[in-house]
């Protein structure tokens, strides 16, 4: 067991994989690298786990199942605390790693490490109230742990997304393995780390890094129960149909392509001032963002105004200085991809407002400037696509029900956010958008509150109660009556 006073050493050259509670050789011989975006320096290696690795991580997992589902709730919640407290005082730590490996500015790694330990605490609290068993009539419904869950990570928020489903898989009962996004696998050693100053159980939580073919080993195998994936909608897809053919659970967070409707009564700076958090946070590759910026069109060129002195000024750089808004994009396939969605813009006939190409004070690393279209319709390929990067498109609509129309007029349906001065008006435009989560005024993922997308956004919902559901199954026993 480590010392929680003194930092974790990190084992950057590693060829471990953690399962059955402890660092052991992966049976795969390659390795993946990890590179700072920020510098494109190499930061470590990890091994690129086979379909032998999962094999022995999903052993470990089922064996561990039996005493693990056995414990109570109230008892499996002390173990979320424990390793919630562990997290804490790892955090300055923690957010600095993730920082190293994913690019985002240090105060929101640090945000993303603070609300790990908070959905850990939270579900903590679920345990004296959530019915896992109760009496209908005369049948008792039972909440029953579905068994192994297989838990599939993106690169984007590793500590915080891996918790959202760590936290309500464990409460449940079930038992994990843990397939992270090959840019960042190092910072799971702070979930190895939690897990052992909590004293779990060996088996309940096994890390196999690795790429997609680990990724398809887990979704595959047997003995994996249910697999809760985020990441990409193709993915998804692929991911959701190999469940479907092994008639195996699965919770899908997938892409989002939101829409900010701002009414021709909104307050201006109350938009203003959470642009970055709503829209473009992590240099925009977060799936529940409002990237399209429906305007009221009398208020179009205000708006447009507003947005270019708000965000011309904000810094674009090193993310580890506290003075920067914007740093690199994760991942350099990631910024070419941006790159051509920005030229596609252009092809079809958008604007820029500002921003569209690579700051030239930054000769290293993989950085945007933040970018703005104007002239933007509804059907060109930066409005419908995806593009997680600090790429947004302005709109302009005529009437409530031309917003709610342009909204609802995407694949997707993940966040959103309505801007009026009348409460009312924005709650009954949030009503009829196509979308699991929306704010007014303002947005928020809630951990007290399901998350997740219609359409394809995805399936099922992380969080709140609905997310420990996803890893539980009714059972219903029926009493005879004499
Ligand atoms: P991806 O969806 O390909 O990868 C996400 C995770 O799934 C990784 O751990 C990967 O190894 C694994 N994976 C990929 N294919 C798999 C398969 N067939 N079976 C099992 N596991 C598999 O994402 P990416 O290629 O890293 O990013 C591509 C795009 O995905 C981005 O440009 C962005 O649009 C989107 N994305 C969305 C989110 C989100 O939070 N919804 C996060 C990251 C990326």
Same mark, same amino acid.
């Given at each position: 067991?480590?010392?929680?006073?003194?930092?974790?050493?990190?084992?950057?050259?590693?060829?471990?994989?953690?399962?059955?509670?402890?660092?052991?050789?992966?049976?795969?011989?390659?390795?993946?690298?990890?590179?700072?975006?920020?510098?494109?320096?190499?930061?470590? !290696?990890?091994?690129?786990? #086979?379909?032998?690795?999962?094999?022995?991580?999903?052993?470990?997992?089922?064996?561990?199942?039996?005493?693990?589902?056995?414990?109570?709730?109230?008892? /499996?919640?002390?173990?979320?605390?424990?390793?919630?407290?562990?997290?804490?005082? /790892?955090?300055?730590?923690?957010?600095?790693?993730?920082?190293?490996?994913?690019?985002?500015?240090?105060?929101?790694?640090?945000?993303?490490?603070?609300?790990?330990?908070?959905?850990?605490?939270?579900?903590?609290?679920?345990?004296?109230? =959530?019915? !896992?068993?109760?009496?209908?009539?005369?049948?008792?419904?039972?909440?029953?742990?579905?068994?192994?869950?297989?838990?599939?990570?993106?690169?984007?928020?590793?500590?915080?997304?891996?918790?959202?489903?760590?936290?309500?898989?464990?409460?449940?009962?079930?038992?994990?393995?843990?397939?992270?996004?090959?840019?960042?696998?190092?910072?799971?050693?702070?979930?190895?780390?939690?897990?052992?100053?909590?004293?779990?159980?060996?088996?309940?939580?096994?890390?196999?890094?690795?790429? *997609?073919?680990?990724?398809?080993?887990?979704?595959?195998?047997?003995?994996?129960?249910?697999?809760? !994936?985020?990441?990409?909608?193709?993915?998804?897809?692929?991911?959701?149909?190999?469940?479907?053919?092994?008639?195996?659970?699965?919770?899908?967070?997938?892409?989002?392509?939101?829409?900010?409707?701002?009414?021709?009564?909104?307050?201006?700076?109350? =938009?203003?001032?959470?642009?970055?958090?709503?829209?473009?946070?992590?240099?925009?590759?977060?799936?529940?963002?409002?990237?399209?910026?429906?305007?009221?069109?009398?208020?179009?060129?205000?708006?447009?105004?507003?947005?270019?002195?708000?965000?011309?000024?904000?810094?674009?750089? #090193?993310?580890?200085?506290?003075?920067?808004?914007?740093?690199?994009?994760?991942?350099?396939?990631?910024?070419?991809?941006?790159?051509?969605?920005?030229?596609?813009?252009?092809?079809?006939g958008a604007k820029?407002l500002?921003?569209?190409? *690579?700051?030239?004070?930054?000769?290293?690393?993989?950085?945007?400037?933040?970018?703005?279209f104007v002239g933007v319709e509804?059907?060109? *390929?930066?409005?419908?696509?995806?593009?997680?990067?600090?790429?947004?498109?302005v709109?302009?609509?005529?009437?409530? #029900?031309?917003?709610?129309?342009?909204?609802? #007029?995407?694949?997707?349906?993940?966040?959103?956010?309505?801007?009026?001065?009348?409460?009312?008006?924005?709650?009954?435009?949030?009503?009829?958008?196509?979308?699991?989560?929306?704010?007014?005024?303002?947005?928020?993922?809630?951990?007290?509150?399901?998350?997740?997308?219609?359409?394809?956004?995805?399936?099922?919902?992380?969080?709140?109660?609905?997310?420990?559901?996803?890893?539980?199954?009714?059972?219903?026993?029926?009493?005879?009556?004499?």
């Amino acid at each position: 067991m480590t010392d929680s006073t003194t930092p974790l050493k990190i084992d950057t050259d590693r060829t471990t994989m953690y399962v059955n509670g402890a660092w052991r050789p992966s049976h795969g011989q390659d390795r993946m690298h990890e590179i700072n975006p920020a510098t494109e320096e190499v930061i470590g !290696f990890t091994p690129d786990g #086979d379909a032998e690795d999962i094999d022995a991580a999903v052993q470990a997992a089922r064996a561990a199942l039996r005493e693990w589902a056995g414990l109570t709730p109230v008892q /499996r919640s002390a173990f979320l605390v424990a390793m919630a407290d562990r997290l804490d005082q /790892r955090a300055d730590q923690a957010a600095r790693l993730v920082t190293s490996e994913n690019g985002v500015p240090l105060a929101t790694s640090a945000a993303m490490v603070e609300s790990a330990s908070g959905v850990l605490r939270y579900y903590a609290s679920l345990a004296e109230t =959530f019915p !896992f068993e109760e009496a209908r009539g005369t049948t008792v419904v039972r909440q029953e742990p579905i068994g192994v869950a297989g838990l599939i990570l993106p690169w984007n928020g590793p500590l915080n997304l891996a918790y959202m489903k760590i936290a309500p898989a464990l409460l449940a009962g079930c038992t994990t393995v843990l397939k992270p996004a090959p840019e960042t696998s190092l910072s799971t050693a702070f979930i190895a780390d939690a897990a052992e100053a909590a004293a779990l159980p060996a088996g309940v939580i096994n890390i196999v890094t690795g790429g *997609r073919e680990a990724g398809a080993a887990l979704v595959t195998h047997a003995g994996v129960d249910k697999i809760a !994936f985020t990441g990409s909608t193709a993915a998804g897809r692929a991911i959701a149909a190999q469940c479907g053919q092994a008639m195996k659970p699965g919770t899908f967070e997938l892409g989002g392509k939101s829409a900010s409707i701002l009414l021709d009564d909104a307050d201006l700076d109350v =938009f203003l001032a959470q642009i970055i958090d709503v829209s473009l946070a992590g240099s925009g590759q977060s799936c529940k963002l409002s990237t399209r910026i429906l305007v009221a069109s009398d208020r179009y060129d205000e708006v447009c105004d507003a947005l270019r002195n708000t965000l011309s000024p904000l810094v674009v750089g #090193d993310p580890f200085d506290p003075a920067t808004d914007f740093g690199p994009l994760a991942i350099e396939r990631q910024r070419d991809r941006v790159e051509q969605y920005i030229r596609s813009g252009l092809e079809q006939g958008a604007k820029l407002l500002m921003g569209g190409g *690579r700051p030239t004070h930054l000769p290293k690393g993989y950085y945007v400037e933040p970018t703005v279209f104007v002239g933007v319709e509804n059907w060109m *390929r930066i409005a419908q696509e995806e593009i997680f990067g600090p790429v947004l498109a302005v709109i302009p609509f005529d009437s409530d #029900d031309d917003a709610v129309t342009l909204a609802n #007029d995407s694949a997707y349906g993940l966040g959103g956010a309505v801007y009026t001065t009348d409460t009312e008006r924005g709650t009954n435009i949030a009503r009829r958008v196509q979308t699991g989560t929306i704010g007014i005024n303002g947005y928020r993922i809630d951990p007290l509150a399901p998350f997740g997308g219609y359409k394809q956004s995805g399936l099922g919902r992380e969080l709140g109660p609905e997310g420990l559901a996803a890893y539980l199954q009714n059972k219903s026993i029926y009493h005879a009556v004499p």
